[in-house]
């Protein structure tokens, strides 16, 4: 059973950052491809980064390409999320998710959740 852990949510301003973090625990990091998923009001979980087990295959949804960037650390087992350039509509609860060994782009296919962290941006 993997455990994970998000921090780094908050309120910020219109073109502001935010680094978010996932802690991961009770599995081999490295065994997992790690993402973040988002989940506005009123709207439909949606997919925002995944990053391969190594870290070297990445992808994004097309309206945060150039904004954020996913990264991990398997020594550390943390995911991050860091994000520029904040636009109102980035608001919503983030989710850390984990699936075994293969990228997943879609929530139906993640084998673990963190509880979100919430990330507001004001215009």
């Known amino acids: 059973q993997v455990q994970l852990v998000e921090s780094g949510g908050g309120l910020v301003q219109a073109g502001g950052s935010l680094r978010l973090s996932c802690a991961a625990s009770?599995?081999?990091?490295?065994?997992?491809?790690m993402g973040w998923f988002r989940q506005a009001p009123g709207k439909e979980r949606e997919f925002v980064a995944i990053?391969?087990?190594?870290?070297?295959?990445?992808s994004y949804i097309d309206s945060v390409k150039g904004r954020f960037t996913i990264s991990r650390d398997n020594a550390k087992n943390t995911v991050y999320l860091q994000m520029n350039s904040l636009k109102p509509e980035d608001t919503a609860l983030y989710y850390c998710a984990a699936r075994y060994w293969y990228q997943v782009t879609s929530s139906a296919e993640v084998d673990y959740w963190g509880q979100g962290t919430q990330v507001s941006v004001s215009s």
């Open positions: 009770g599995g081999t990091f490295s065994n997992y491809a």
């Open positions: 990053i391969s087990r190594s870290g070297l295959s990445i």
